[in-house]
């Protein structure tokens, strides 16, 4: 099993790449704001009774009774298998995660000059 498919990995991938960033600027799923909820054009009945849990980072809908993960939502849009989907996610985690390491580093600078 290679190196890129351990659970851990595959953790990062589901909980680190935000739900809808995902949705509405990667893969460019058509959604609407409406009364200030997020609602994403479902990729398999093409409806929009759908929503969006930010706290589980799933996206729902309600027609097909399905949730989909950002890997699940990769999947179905870019009809893509679930290693394809993978591999196309892997970058944008690493963005994310430099990202994240970065804002830490400029905390822990912030933090030093307080003390
Ligand atoms: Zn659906």
């Known amino acids: 099993m290679s190196n890129t498919l351990t659970k851990d990995h595959l953790r990062q991938l589901r909980n680190h790449i935000e739900i809808i ?15 200030g909820r997020f609602r994403f054009m479902c990729p398999l009945c093409r409806d929009f009774d759908t929503a969006v849990n930010t706290d589980t980072n799933l996206a729902r809908c309600f027609r097909c009774k399905r949730n989909f993960n950002p890997i699940d939502m990769t999947m179905a849009v870019k009809r893509y298998s679930f290693v394809q ?15 994240a390491k970065n804002r830490n580093r400029i905390c822990a600078k912030h933090d030093r000059r307080q003390a």
């Open 21 to 35: 960033p995902l949705i509405a600027d990667v893969l460019e799923i058509i959604f609407k704001t409406h009364d």
């Open 85 to 99: 989907a993978v591999r196309f996610l892997e970058p944008i985690l690493h963005h994310v995660v430099a990202h």
